[in-house]
């Protein structure tokens, strides 16, 4: 099972990295007199991280239900994937 959790860790650390990217790009930076973005909302929401994040989480949407239909997705997995609670 350990197995099973570090391979759906390594699918999302790709996805962790960009948000991680993305939001350095959201904090404000000191300017003369007021704090100042480096980007607006429009070019965060089209920018690069938000299609890389888009683009992975489908790879990992698509992987869990080509699993689940061929028969090789356990619950716990199928739970892991949607955050609930696993017992």
Known sequence: MEEKIENIKFKFKKCYQEIDSLSHKIHAKDG???????YGIEELIDGDNIQKINAITAKIGSDISYGEAAGKLSDWERQ???????T
């Open 32 to 38: 003369l007199l007021l704090k100042e973005h480096r």
């Open 80 to 86: 892991l994937y949607n955050r609930k609670e696993i």
